[in-house]
Structures are given as structure tokens and as C-alpha cells.
């Protein structure tokens, strides 16, 4: 397939989320069942966000999160079934990455279930030692406001 009309786009905010849920539902098992409020708000609060598109047919996307500097995390990195095994989604990670916001930054991390192979191509290698996770559940308690204690906070000498 002649890829030169796919093209990558940093336009979060003219992304299509329905047709980015579709993407999902054929080429992210892990995200099949989002649904859209949820992708806007996650979709706002990332930089940078990277689609793929093949005409006006959404084909890929890629988000991440990062502080600029020191560490970031991509998220959600996905290509169209019929578009995979082109070079896409090789291409769609090194643009996350070299994104302005991204390219400084001293540690880069992802996670992924079955596809260790391909991001070890792309430079990636396996850390046994960071990887925790923190499940939001009905079981912790979740205060809705958070109260710093300004006071407190001010009189801490170092």
C-alpha cells in the first residue's frame, strides 16, 4: 500500500471522537468500551496527541503525558487493523517522541500487554522495576474536595 497521503496530525482539539472510539473498538482491547466524555477529558489533558489519518478516515492515535523534562508516559497507541504492518505505527510513536514537549525528556515510559516486540524495536527495553499501579476503587476512600492545609504547609522549614 503507497502510504504518502497518510498524514499526522497535532490537532487535538479537531479530533473526531467517534470515529476514535471506533478506532479503538477494532484495534485497542484495552479500550474498546470507552466512551466519549471520558475520551474528551483524557484526550484534554494530554500533550501531545498525535492522529493518523488516511483522508478523513481516523487510522491511528497516540497520546502522551509528560512534564517536559524528566519523565512521560504514552498512552493509548493504536493503528487501524487493515493500516497495521506499514511502518504506521513505528512512525506514529517516533512522532510522539519527538514532539517538542517530549523530546527532552529523560525517561519515556509505556505499557503494553502483547507488543514488548515492536517497541523494543523503537529503542524501548523492559523495566521490571517501576512498573506499580493504583486501582481507583469503590473499596478507597475518594474525598471529592482536597483541602491543602496552607497553613501547614508554609511553616515546614527545610
Given amino acids: 500500500m503507497d502510504c ?11 479530533l473526531d471522537l467517534e470515529q476514535l472510539k471506533r478506532l479503538f473498538q477494532v484495534g485497542a482491547f484495552w479500550a474498546a468500551d470507552r466512551n466519549l466524555e471520558d475520551l474528551q477529558i483524557a484526550i484534554a489533558n494530554s500533550d501531545p496527541v498525535i ?29 487501524h487493523p487493515d493500516y497495521q504492518g ?6 506514529l510513536v517516533e512522532t510522539l517522541i519527538s514532539h517538542p514537549k517530549m ?13 514488548q516486540s515492536f517497541y523494543e524495536r523503537i529503542g524501548f527495553q523492559e523495566n ?13 476512600l475518594v ?3 482536597f483541602q491543602p492545609q496552607t497553613e501547614e504547609l508554609n511553616s515546614v522549614s527545610v
Fill in 103 to 115: 523530546n527532552r525528556v529523560e525517561r519515556t515510559y509505556l505499557m503494553t500487554t502483547y507488543q
Fill in 128 to 140: 521490571g522495576t517501576t512498573t506499580m499501579v493504583l486501582h481507583n476503587s469503590a473499596n478507597r
Fill in 4 to 14: 504518502r497521503h497518510i498524514q499526522f496530525r497535532d490537532c487535538p482539539n479537531a
Fill in 51 to 79: 492522529s493518523v489519518w488516511d483522508d478523513d478516515k481516523l487510522i491511528g492515535f497516540a497520546r502522551a503525558t509528560s512534564d517536559g523534562v524528566f519523565r512521560a508516559t504514552i498512552w493509548d497507541v493504536v493503528i
Fill in 86 to 91: 506499514l511502518g504506521l505505527g513505528r512512525k
Fill in 143 to 145: 474525598t471529592s474536595e
